[in-house]
Nanobody, 128 residues
Framework: QVQLVESGGGLVQAGGSMRLSCAAS????????MGWFRQAPGKEREFVAA????????YYADSAKGRFTISRDNTKNTVYLQMNSLKSEDTAVYYCARDNRRLYGGGWYQSASSYGYWGQGTQVTVSS
């Protein structure tokens, strides 16, 4: 059974930090990029960050650059999103997803259609 399970969400004050985790099971993890997306009420799902199958510095939406850091541990089949300097506009449900493209290193990870497996999401609420 394929599962991507996010955890670490909750309520935080503006300016605070939060670390999300996404544990994968039932699917091949190490050969695929992983991404984080978010969806705020009344808005479309948007790309936040992605990391290539081999790791590296990650790819970020402009809204996340300088504040968020994505990382992965292939030995634990887990991807993380460290979020610092949180703002009220970061409030959303955060989803992790696995890219469909095996060993892809082309650098384009922003499209949700490239991802075939999604978690159920975790709520992040930033109070101002």
């Amino acid at each position: 059974q394929v599962q991507l399970v996010e955890s670490g969400g909750g309520l935080v004050q503006a300016g605070g930090s939060m670390r999300l985790s996404c544990a994968a099971s039932g699917l091949t993890f190490g050969f695929y990029a992983m991404g984080w997306f978010r969806q705020a009420p009344g808005k479309e799902r948007e790309f936040v960050a992605a990391i290539g199958w081999s790791g590296g510095s990650g790819y970020y939406a402009d809204s996340a650059k300088g504040r968020f850091t994505i990382s992965r541990d292939n030995t634990k089949n887990t991807v993380y999103l460290q979020m610092n300097s949180l703002k009220s506009e970061d409030t959303a449900v955060y989803y992790c997803a696995r890219d469909n493209r095996r060993l892809y290193g082309g650098g384009w990870y922003q499209s949700a259609s490239s991802y075939g497996y999604w978690g159920q999401g975790t709520q992040v609420t930033v109070s101002s």
